[in-house]
């Protein structure tokens, strides 16, 4: 009975927040309509008692007639004053708004271009961080201290931590959405700030938690990666992921008989699996130097991460990859090599074998998500 009366509060603060944001809502549309009829009124009142005091005055000329006439024409009159009345209540009201949205998009980047920064390709598919320390405000608990770690290239690699260890931070730092305040972020043996932010951010992809999709064509959603990219291109990067024959099944034929002009309807018809297939298609299609995958499994079913785990092993095949994913046993069947982070550093790193055969964290991570009964399967993984 205590649960019924918690939300039983909850829900009548709520709603009495409704009503109170409703009735500010009806008082202010009130308010407007008649600050737009004022002036129209204010108007006719004047026109109508100049009109009364011309016929009533000693020797005027104005008749009843003219009286009428006014009244009659006065509307007509009085209706461009009003709309001008009603455009400026409302840019008033809406000014405020209007001086959000300029501040956003006059907002300055956390991160700027160095001196020297070059439209220079990324040349060999590596990544490296060197003495990085980071944090996202200045009296906020750092993220990383001295994090350091090189990750082999054309090899898909795991950074393993807790919740909250700054997994998808590293992603953020490495595409320079931030800077660290100490230390470097190597990509191509150079240091991040020796890239342009658009060279950077061209040259790594990354798949979020939750891809975003649009109500078009899956041509045109795709194209959004590399728009000058061609049908044949398209369609070989979809059959190389698998993603081509999920959505000739999933999708309603087009108008010309061609996948490409099927409408994807922003991915309501794909599965979660399917849409992250579909979106790491996207990713490669301009042919990254490094891919990035953030929470690849979330929301998926058992069956759903087996299938997907065979389709981005194949889909990323010889590319420099990195997988943030709270499944360490998806982890441990789909990467090659484990960085594994613990209070902003690296407390260890090397391949499945290796640090399951010792008592570390990837070990003690493992066997708490899967349970005391796996030690037995962890010691087998670590021999074979």
């Not at 009159?77 to 956003?104: D, T």
């Not at 390709?121 to 994090?147: H, K």
């Not at 599965?271 to 297939?277: A, F, M, P, T």
């Amino acid at each position: 009975m205590e649960a019924e009366r918690i939300f039983s509060e909850k829900h009548n603060v709520s709603l009495d927040k409704s009503l109170k944001a409703r009735l500010r809502q009806t008082i202010t549309i009130e308010t407007v309509n008649l600050l737009n009829r004022l002036p129209t009124l204010l108007i006719e009142i004047a026109l109508l008692g100049f009109a009364v005091w011309l016929v009533l005055k000693p020797g005027g000329n104005a008749r009843p007639g003219d009286v009428v006439a006014v009244l009659l024409l006065a509307p007509m009159l009085m209706s461009p004053i009003q709309s001008l009345s009603g455009y400026l209540v409302m840019a008033s009201s809406s000014w405020p708004n209007i001086e959000q949205v300029i501040s956003i998009l006059e907002s300055r980047s956390k991160t700027e271009e160095q001196p020297g920064a070059k439209e220079t390709q990324v040349a060999t598919p590596t990544i490296e961080a060197r003495n990085v320390a980071f944090s996202y405000e200045p009296d906020s608990p750092q993220i990383f201290n001295g994090l350091s770690f090189t990750v082999p290239p054309e090899k898909t690699t795991g950074l393993v931590a807790k919740m909250g260890q700054g997994k998808t931070t590293f992603f953020k730092l490495a595409l320079r959405f931030y800077d660290p305040q100490q230390g470097q972020i190597m990509v191509g043996g150079r240091p991040t700030t020796d890239y342009t932010t658009d060279t950077l951010r061209q040259r790594i992809a990354m798949m979020s938690q939750f891809p975003a999709f649009f109500f078009d064509t899956v041509r045109e959603n795709l194209r959004m990666a590399k728009p000058d990219t061609t049908d044949e291109e398209l369609q070989a990067i979809c059959e190389r992921t698998g993603v081509w024959r999920i959505l000739s099944q999933k999708l309603p034929p087009s108008e010309t008989g061609s996948i490409l002009d099927a409408n994807l309807a922003a991915g309501k018809t794909l599965s979660g699996g399917e849409r992250k297939l579909l979106a790491l298609t996207r990713c490669l299609l301009r042919d990254p130097a490094l891919l990035f995958l953030d929470e690849p499994t979330v929301g998926m079913d058992n069956e759903e991460k087996f299938e997907i785990r065979k389709m981005l092993r194949e889909g990323t095949r010889g590319k420099t990859v990195m997988v943030v994913d709270h499944d360490v046993n998806w982890l441990l069947q789909f990467c090659d090599y484990f960085v594994v982070l613990d209070e902003g550093r690296v407390v260890e790193q090397g391949t499945a074998k290796e640090l399951l055969s010792r008592d570390g964290l990837l070990y003690q991570l493992y066997m708490a998500a899967m349970g005391p009964k796996t030690k037995e399967i962890a010691t087998y993984i670590a021999r074979v």
